[in-house]
């Protein structure tokens, strides 16, 4: 995949997750003509998992006893996802529409992003390999890609 220059946008700032969220490591990622894949792995110490404050089970909402990991609010180890890929939509987002204004780069109706995103937890090596793989045959099988609107 050749990048344009909003492509490299896109790639730049991936890369700049690891500055501004220093307990993600970025992996494998490409970026499509209209969309974009990539392996975001969350490198906090504590295991990751909900920590919650109330019992969600209990009619009276009583609180549980959650010991050393009392003082964490339904939150997991490290950066939420959640707020990772919001910060960078917002980056790729803004840059874009400085580049529509500044550089004739093409306008976007609507959104620029979807709204939310597909997410897959990789829990082992081979879940690791097989998705950098997909993402790095991803610009070979564009032709083909459901998402392609130029498909023949």
């Not at 909003?6 to 993600?24: H, N, Q, R, S, T």
């Not at 970026?31 to 109330?54: A, D, Q």
């Not at 004739?104 to 897959?120: A, D, L, S």
């Not at 690791?128 to 130029?150: E, G, M, Q, T």
Request: one cysteine or more; glycine letters at 6%; proline letters at 6%.
């Amino acid at each position: 995949m050749i990048l344009n220059a909003a492509g490299k946008m896109v790639e730049k700032w991936y890369y700049e997750l690891e500055k501004k969220f220093p307990d993600i490591q970025c992996h494998g990622m490409i970026v499509m003509p209209n969309h974009f894949h990539c392996i975001i792995e969350n490198t906090g110490t504590i295991p990751v998992g909900s920590y919650l404050r109330v019992c969600p089970n209990s009619p009276t909402g009583e609180q549980t006893d959650l010991g050393e990991h009392d003082n964490i609010l339904s939150e997991h180890a490290g950066s939420p996802l959640q707020r990772v890929l919001q910060w960078f939509k917002t980056m790729t987002t803004n840059e874009y529409i400085r580049g529509v204004k500044n550089y004739g780069w093409e306008p976007f109706n609507g959104k620029f992003w979807q709204r939310n995103y597909y997410e897959h937890i990789v829990r082992n090596d081979h879940s690791f390999h097989a998705i950098s793989d997909y993402i790095h045959n991803n610009p070979a099988n564009w032709f083909a890609d459901r998402l392609n609107s130029k498909k023949p």
